[in-house]
Nanobody
Framework: VQLQASGGGLVQVGGSLRLSCAAS????????MGWFRRAPGKEREFVAA????????YYADSVKGRFTISRDNAKNTVNLQMNSLKPEDTADYYC??????????????????????WGQGTQVTVSS
C-alpha cells in the first residue's frame, strides 16, 4: 500500500482544513487507517483512526469534537476534517495503514507500531 497525504497549509486560529490521504492498491478496503502528527521538537502522536469498515472511529482527547476522520473505500481515500484549529495543532500530519490482522484490540488503533505503511507528511501550521 502506498499512501499520499495532501491538504496541509497555513490557517488562522479557529479555521478549518481538510487533509486527504490517497492509497494505492486493491486491498485498501481491508486496512485500518490512522492519522498521526509530529510537532516540532515533539514525539509523534496519535490523532485519529478508522476501522476498515468505516463504522468505528477513534480520536485523541486533544482533537475529539473538533476533528472528524472518514473514508471512502470506493475511492481509496481517507480524510481528516479539522475544525476549530488551535496553535497546538501545528505539526506534520501523516496517514498510516495497517492490516486488520495486526489489530487485536481497540488500543491498537492508537499505537503507531500497529501501522505498517506510512505516507509522507503534510504540514499544518495554525497561526495565532
Amino acid at each position: 500500500v502506498q499512501l499520499q497525504a495532501s491538504g496541509g497549509g497555513l490557517v488562522q486560529v479557529g479555521g478549518s482544513l481538510r487533509l486527504s490521504c490517497a492509497a494505492s492498491g486493491r486491498v485498501f478496503g481491508t486496512y485500518n487507517m490512522g492519522w498521526f502528527r509530529r510537532a516540532p521538537g515533539k514525539e509523534r502522536e496519535f490523532v485519529a483512526a478508522i476501522r476498515w469498515t468505516g463504522n468505528s472511529t477513534y480520536y485523541a482527547d486533544s482533537v475529539k469534537g473538533r476533528f472528524t476522520i472518514s473514508r471512502d473505500n470506493a475511492k481509496n481515500t481517507v480524510n481528516l476534517q479539522m475544525n476549530s484549529l488551535k496553535p497546538e495543532d501545528t505539526a506534520d500530519y501523516y496517514c498510516a495503514a495497517g492490516s486488520t490482522r495486526s489489530f487485536s484490540s481497540g488500543s491498537d488503533y492508537y499505537t503507531s507500531a500497529t501501522y505498517a505503511y506510512w505516507g509522507q507528511g503534510t504540514q499544518v501550521t495554525v497561526s495565532s
